[in-house]
Structures are given as C-alpha cells and as structure tokens.
C-alpha cells in the first residue's frame, strides 16, 4: 500500500477499486498494486466553481482506516490485506521509534552544550531567576514527555481499533 498524491500519478495504472458513494465525503481510488488516491469535490463560493482537493499521506490513511466498506472490499478483493495494513502499521512504528531515537540524541546533544554556571557566583535575584527557569524547563521537559508518551498510546489504540484488535482491560 503507497499514497498518490497527484491525480496524474493514476496514468497507466489500473484500477482495482472506486468507491464514490453519492453521500460519500470523497472519493477513493485505488490501484491494482495498492496505490490509494482520496480526493473531495469542494464547492469555492467565490469562484462559483468545484474545485478537487488531494488528501495527503496522513489524511487519506485515516479516511481508509475509518471505512469499513472499502477497507473490507479491499481485502476481498486482494488488493490491500489485513497482512499489507499490519506490515503498513509496522512501517509507521518503526519511523515513530527512528523519531523517538532521533529526539533523544538531540536531547542528549543539547545537554552536551549546556555550560552549568555554580549558584554561588549569581547574585541572590540572578540565582532566583535561574532557579526558576530550570524549574520551568523540567516542566516543559516533562509536559513534552508527557505528550509524546500520549501521542504514541493514541496511535497505538486507534490502529487496534481499527484493525479491530483493541481490548479493553
């Protein structure tokens, strides 16, 4: 499974899959080798025409994920499998962790720069200040944590919803 991005990148293609419901927000097309194009038709009130938006990487992947129609009648029709969408979460996964690895080497890069200056020599508002902003980086520091740990469960829960594999303990 790969993401088109432009509409001419379906040119010698065949395609496997259409799904344009009348209702349907958008329209999903996708190729005989796995390649998926999301587009909308959105109506420009100060044009008075229809322009066609291409949804990115990220945001096709959530359209697919969150209908079950088309992800089923892909999967019946062997063109992206629950093997292709849990090789697909493994690819994420492990982009997520080079991030994470990414992160704790500028982290510990950073620290390798930071130059500690003692107390004693700051005057007693000086120290007060510094005190005070290391007090607000450990809060920074621990809120970013905080935040990256709850983005990654996110991620984790949403792609077990989806693959239909959450449990709830």
């Not at 949804?55 to 992206?80: P, T």
């Amino acid at each position: 499974m790969y993401f088109i991005s432009e509409p001419n990148e379906l040119i010698g293609k065949e395609i496997g899959f259409i799904h344009a419901n009348r209702f349907c927000d958008s329209t999903i097309i996708v190729t005989k080798d796995g390649g998926v194009l999301i587009v909308k038709q959105v109506f420009d009130l100060d044009e008075d025409q229809t322009n066609t938006i291409v949804f990115n990487e990220c945001r096709a992947k959530k359209e697919l994920y969150e209908n079950r129609y088309a992800k089923h009648e892909l999967n019946r029709l062997k063109i992206i499998t629950k093997k292709d969408w849990a090789d697909y979460e493994l690819k994420l996964k492990k982009a997520e962790e080079a991030r994470q690895i990414e992160y704790q080497k500028k982290k510990e890069e950073q620290k390798a720069d930071y130059i500690p200056v003692p107390m004693s020599e700051l005057s007693d508002l000086k120290a007060k200040m510094a005190k005070g902003y290391m007090e607000m980086g450990d809060i920074n520091l621990e809120m970013s944590e905080a935040f990256h740990y709850a983005e990654n469960e996110a991620e984790t829960t949403t792609n077990s919803l989806v693959n239909g594999e959450y449990k709830e303990y």
